[in-house]
């Protein structure tokens, strides 16, 4: 029992005193004060300007959902002053408005970037408020930069060093950490103040649940928003003079919403493995739990020949580690819940060739042919898989033909996982893919080109220019 643990009554310990800080977060805390943008190793610089690139292509493509269009129309008046870009709605909004909405636009399609390690997402926890607040900060390019780096440090540190309990939903919880940190950092808070920026963010994480996903309950979508936002808003807390408990961090995720918390990797050679350099991008719409299995279901199909017709397909069986094998219902309801059935992903992808954006819409969702296909596709949880975690990502798909054949491949990881990455070719083409339809080749080049000279960029009034541009009508979902 660690130190922080609830008694065996389950009720809270008397506070005689206030605790003295952990050696730890001191450590921390002075790290975040320290860095500066020459302390990034080049291979941090690249892949952060990736992670820049690839969260503003998502909130983009996400941004045209009629949900997102809806939320931020009564949430920004068209005529509202300029102020932070609020990407792919054509207009601007204050710095939390900007910051939600595109927090919230950028986990809706589920193409969004991760982490293994921290077992979550923290670039779109983090990219959105960073971006709102450059403005006002005057930050360049390179604080940018640093300021993302830092923020997804820390966030992705507390994913690992935590095991969140089964029923919590990572989205919103430790994100709002590293996003409370981004903005301090570009506030250039001491290291006084980055410890009582940890501990207030600490108190400040949703109590997210893990159905919500699973039910399509599309909430969930906000999780990320409101930590960017609510990022934005704790170094005006911390600045006003507001406190939090001497260690947050460990009353939160040691006792609250986390199963085990060791705050020794927190700190663990820290500024030599950066977690950002280690970080998966997706291809696949959907849930990462489901990539390894269609990735597998890819090598099967090609060496059919590039297809197999739903008819003759007798069943389909996939084992596979704990969570990926939650994923089992073969009945989603609406888009999101599509995206986390694994049934549903199998039989969408056979029937439209690959896991796109659109194989995941209301028409696919109500295709007879994908429906019926998804019924006939069994999950289960695979022991060995499962022990596997987190470095590997298992699963073991069969495709039992109706002439008696077996069809069987396996996939150890996702394509996109640090163990296999996705060239910088293919993480531009995702790129593309996802912003063309939003503004057209030539306005997606131009904001790629913006994103790769941030590291020469005195400010971002130009790159937050194109972000804020209108969507080209003449294009993909925004006609």
Same mark, same amino acid.
């Given at each position: 029992?660690?130190?922080?643990?609830?008694n065996?009554?389950?009720?809270?310990?008397?506070?005689?005193?206030?605790?003295i800080t952990?050696?730890?977060?001191?450590?921390?805390a002075?790290?975040?004060?320290?860095?500066?943008y020459?302390?990034? +190793?080049?291979?941090?610089?690249?892949?952060?300007?990736q992670?820049?690139?690839?969260?503003?292509?998502a909130?983009?493509a996400?941004?045209q959902?009629p949900?997102?269009?809806?939320?931020?129309?009564?949430?920004?008046?068209?005529?509202?002053?300029?102020?932070?870009?609020?990407?792919?709605?054509?207009?601007?909004?204050a710095?939390?408005?900007?910051?939600?909405?595109?927090?919230t636009a950028?986990t809706?399609?589920?193409?969004?970037e991760?982490?293994?390690?921290?077992r979550?997402?923290? *670039?779109?926890?983090?990219? +959105?408020?960073?971006?709102?607040?450059?403005?006002?900060?005057?930050?360049?390019?390179?604080d940018v930069?640093?300021?993302v780096?830092?923020g997804?440090?820390i966030g992705?540190?507390?994913?690992?060093?935590?095991k969140?309990?089964?029923?919590?939903?990572?989205h919103?919880?430790? *994100?709002?950490?590293?996003?409370?940190?981004?903005i301090a950092w570009?506030?250039r808070?001491?290291a006084?103040?980055?410890?009582?920026?940890?501990?207030v963010?600490?108190?400040?994480?949703l109590?997210?649940?893990?159905?919500t996903?699973?039910?399509g309950?599309?909430?969930?979508?906000s999780?990320?928003?409101?930590?960017?936002?609510?990022?934005?808003?704790?170094?005006?807390?911390v600045?006003?003079g507001f406190?939090?408990e001497?260690?947050?961090? *460990?009353?939160?995720?040691g006792?609250?919403?986390a199963?085990?918390?060791?705050?020794?990797?927190?700190?663990e050679?820290l500024g030599?493995?950066w977690?950002?350099?280690?970080n998966?991008?997706?291809?696949?719409?959907?849930?990462?739990?489901?990539?390894?299995?269609?990735?597998?279901?890819?090598r099967?199909v090609?060496?059919?020949?590039?297809?197999?017709?739903?008819?003759?397909?007798?069943?389909?069986?996939v084992?596979t580690?704990?969570?990926?094998?939650?994923?089992?219902?073969?009945?989603?309801?609406?888009?999101?819940?599509?995206?986390f059935?694994?049934?549903?992903s199998?039989?969408?992808?056979?029937v439209?060739?690959?896991?796109?954006v659109?194989?995941?819409r209301?028409?696919?969702?109500?295709?007879p042919?994908?429906?019926?296909l998804?019924?006939?596709?069994?999950?289960?949880?695979?022991?060995?898989?499962?022990?596997?975690?987190?470095?590997?990502?298992?699963?073991?798909?069969?495709?039992?033909?109706?002439?008696?054949?077996?069809?069987?491949?396996?996939?150890?990881?996702?394509?996109?996982?640090a163990e296999?990455?996705?060239?910088?070719?293919e993480?531009?083409?995702k790129?593309?893919?996802l912003?063309?339809?939003v503004?057209?080749?030539?306005?997606a080049?131009?904001?790629?080109?913006?994103i790769?000279a941030? +590291?020469?960029?005195?400010?971002?009034?130009?790159?937050?220019?194109?972000?804020?541009?209108?969507?080209?009508?003449?294009?993909?979902?925004?006609?």
């Amino acid at each position: 029992m660690n130190a922080h643990s609830l008694n065996r009554d389950d009720k809270a310990e008397p506070v005689m005193q206030r605790p003295i800080t952990p050696d730890w977060l001191n450590e921390l805390a002075g790290f975040c004060a320290r860095l500066r943008y020459d302390d990034l +190793p080049e291979a941090v610089v690249a892949r952060t300007l990736q992670v820049i690139a690839d969260c503003v292509a998502a909130i983009a493509a996400g941004a045209q959902e009629p949900e997102v269009i809806a939320l931020a129309g009564r949430m920004t008046p068209i005529d509202q002053p300029a102020g932070a870009a609020i990407i792919g709605a054509g207009r601007s909004g204050a710095a939390a408005q900007a910051a939600f909405l595109n927090g919230t636009a950028g986990t809706m399609l589920e193409l969004d970037e991760g982490n293994q390690f921290a077992r979550g997402h923290p *670039g779109i926890h983090v990219v +959105p408020a960073v971006l709102a607040a450059a403005g006002r900060t005057r930050a360049s390019g390179r604080d940018v930069i640093a300021a993302v780096a830092l923020g997804y440090e820390i966030g992705a540190r507390i994913g690992i060093a935590s095991k969140l309990r089964i029923t919590m939903h990572p989205h919103g919880t430790w *994100g709002t950490i590293g996003a409370a940190v981004a903005i301090a950092w570009l506030n250039r808070r001491d290291a006084a103040a980055m410890i009582e920026t940890i501990n207030v963010a600490s108190s400040l994480g949703l109590s997210t649940s893990r159905r919500t996903m699973l039910e399509g309950g599309t909430v969930r979508n906000s999780f990320a928003g409101f930590s960017n936002q609510i990022g934005l808003m704790v170094d005006d807390l911390v600045a006003a003079g507001f406190t939090g408990e001497a260690d947050g961090l *460990g009353t939160v995720y040691g006792t609250v919403i986390a199963e085990s918390w060791q705050p020794g990797l927190m700190v663990e050679v820290l500024g030599q493995r950066w977690e950002i350099a280690r970080n998966y991008f997706k291809r696949h719409a959907c849930c990462r739990y489901n990539h390894g299995a269609l990735d597998a279901l890819a090598r099967i199909v090609a060496a059919e020949g590039g297809r197999i017709a739903p008819e003759t397909i007798a069943r389909i069986d996939v084992a596979t580690y704990v969570w990926a094998a939650q994923l089992a219902g073969q009945e989603p309801h609406n888009m999101l819940a599509a995206k986390f059935s694994l049934p549903f992903s199998i039989a969408t992808t056979i029937v439209h060739g690959a896991a796109t954006v659109e194989a995941f819409r209301e028409s696919a969702r109500l295709e007879p042919v994908i429906r019926d296909l998804a019924r006939r596709v069994f999950v289960r949880e695979d022991a060995d898989a499962t022990a596997k975690l987190p470095g590997l990502r298992p699963a073991t798909v069969s495709v039992s033909l109706t002439d008696g054949r077996v069809l069987q491949a396996q996939a150890l990881t996702n394509r996109g996982d640090a163990e296999d990455p996705y060239s910088p070719t293919e993480i531009r083409e995702k790129f593309f893919d996802l912003a063309t339809p939003v503004w057209g080749e030539p306005h997606a080049a131009a904001i790629l080109a913006a994103i790769d000279a941030l +590291p020469q960029a005195g400010d971002l009034a130009a790159l937050d220019r194109l972000l804020a541009a209108a969507p080209n009508t003449t294009n993909g979902r925004s006609s």
